[in-house]
Nanobody, 127 residues
Framework: QVQLVESGGGSVQAGGSLRLACATSGDPYSIYFMAWFRQAPGKEREGVAAFDSDGTTSYAEAVAGRFAISQDNAMNTLYLQMNSLKPEDTAMYYC?????????????????????WGQGTQVTVSS
């Protein structure tokens, strides 16, 4: 069974940057897709960034051009580089994996498609 552990959250001022990391343990070959999600208080969980099976990426419109998803296969770690942070980026950020199965590209940012989740890391952006 794969486990996901996020780190790197914190408090920053608007315009600042953070890099989140998601360390995976278990069988990495059982992971077919990985993504980042976030959930602000009182709001639904929303997709932020994801990898497709061919290595291409998908981003939510709200973060495109500011956030970048990447992975270090040797370290079994997924990253989310967040630049030009805004107060509306404040949320709990979660790493998620799908094992196994396929996800249609149009659903890569749907939380319903993922079956393994980390515990989350808090990001707070002040104005």
């Amino acid at each position: 069974q794969v486990q996901l552990v996020e780190s790197g959250g914190g408090s920053v001022q608007a315009g600042g940057s953070l890099r989140l990391a998601c360390a995976t343990s278990g069988d990495p070959y059982s992971i077919y897709f990985m993504a980042w999600f976030r959930q602000a208080p009182g709001k639904e969980r929303e997709g932020v960034a994801a990898f497709d099976s061919d290595g291409t990426t998908s981003y939510a419109e709200a973060v495109a051009g500011r956030f970048a998803i990447s992975q270090d296969n040797a370290m079994n770690t997924l990253y989310l580089q967040m630049n030009s942070l805004k107060p509306e980026d404040t949320a709990m950020y979660y790493c998620a994996a799908r094992q196994p199965g396929e996800i249609q590209r149009r659903l890569l940012l749907s939380p319903l498609e993922y079956n393994t989740w980390g515990q989350g890391t808090q990001v707070t952006v002040s104005s």
